[in-house]
């Protein structure tokens, strides 16, 4: 198959897949969703993005119609069925299905996944990004379907020939990208925002303090001005996607590249991580015994 979809149960190609529009994530965006990369059918710290979606259904007050088990037994298995190396498997789950109206009844989760080709590419080109108020409400550290700022956002990127939109609240607080963390060095430290409302605790920023913390590099998880994101010796977009990556400029103006070797340490780390945990054994050699 070259793409997969899946609801309830039923599997198709994407593009054919049915949903019925009682579905409340048509209406409402109402539901949780998380993200994992694959590779040689092995989903990438699955554990830890199930972890986060059923923590996010429980603060939502979402019912699950699966358990964590069963749920990462369906990716497993839906995995093999798309004809691609790496793979992008999106999964989330609605709050369940009614006829319209805002206030919900007590009513099951549907969980829907997809599966799509998507390669890692470009682990060490520099992204160009911009600047851009960030528009969004007050649950920025749950993963809801309700995107439509960042969307708005990322294509304010696109359309500048960017590939990221970094966001800010105020002139003192720098938050995250439309859909990734960000982080500056500065001095040897790594800087974060913190983990609270307005930034999505990403697995990929939670690994990214974990190397620092395992190499000596001091971590600050406070919030960032402009100013000091402009003066950074480096900035590090990093998503379950991206990966870590580092930053050429922002709105046209070159930032970062005062910290290769350090920027060096998280991008190599995090990718060759990756490669590691999806390798096959040997990579897929018979061992000499
Ligand atoms: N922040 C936002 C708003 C995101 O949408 C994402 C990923 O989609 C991230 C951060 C990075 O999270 P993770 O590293 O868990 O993929």
């Known amino acids: 198959m070259k793409n997969l979809g899946y609801y309830n149960g039923k599997i198709s190609l994407l593009e054919d897949l049915q949903i019925p529009a009682t ?10 969703y998380d993200a994992v990369m694959c590779r040689n059918n092995i989903p990438y710290l699955l554990d830890l ?9 429980s603060t939502l007050d979402i ?15 839906l995995v093999k069925k798309v004809d ?7 999964f989330h789950i609605s709050r369940g299905s009614q006829i319209r ?68 609240r105020s002139q003192d607080f720098v938050t995250e990208g439309s859909h990734s963390n960000v982080s500056i060095l500065k001095n040897g430290t790594l800087i974060t925002a913190p983990k609270d ?16 913390n395992k190499n000596g ?19 590090i977009i990093s998503s379950s996607s991206k990966m870590a990556r580092g930053v050429s400029e ?19 780390t995090i990718y060759n991580n990756y490669l590691k945990a999806t390798s096959l054994p040997l990579e897929g050699k018979v061992s000499a015994r």
């Open 63 to 77: 019912n699950p119609p699966v358990d964590k088990k069963e749920l990462k037994a369906t990716i497993c298995e």
């Open 23 to 32: 579905d409340r994530a048509f209406y409402f965006g109402d539901g949780v």
């Open 197 to 212: 409302k307005y930034i999505l605790p990403g697995v990929t920023r939670a690994h990214i303090i974990e190397i620092a």
């Open 250 to 268: 922002i709105d046209n103006i070159p930032v970062g590249g005062k910290d290769k070797k350090l920027l060096s340490l998280f991008n190599d």
């Open 217 to 235: 590099v001091p971590v600050e998880e406070r919030r960032y001005s402009v100013n000091e994101l402009f003066s950074a010796d480096e900035i």
């Open 101 to 168: 109206d805002h206030a919900y009844e007590n009513l099951k989760g549907n969980l829907f996944i997809s599966i799509t080709e998507r390669e890692i590419t470009d682990i060490k080109r520099k992204m160009k990004c911009i600047l851009a108020k960030d528009i969004r409400y007050e649950l920025c550290n749950i993963k809801t379907l309700n995107l439509l700022p960042s969307v708005l956002t990322a294509q304010m990127a696109k359309n500048s020939n960017s590939e990221e939109a970094i966001m800010y």
């Open 84 to 90: 691609a190396n790496e793979k992008f498997v999106y």
């Open 49 to 57: 993005h199930i972890d986060r979606l059923y923590k996010n259904c």
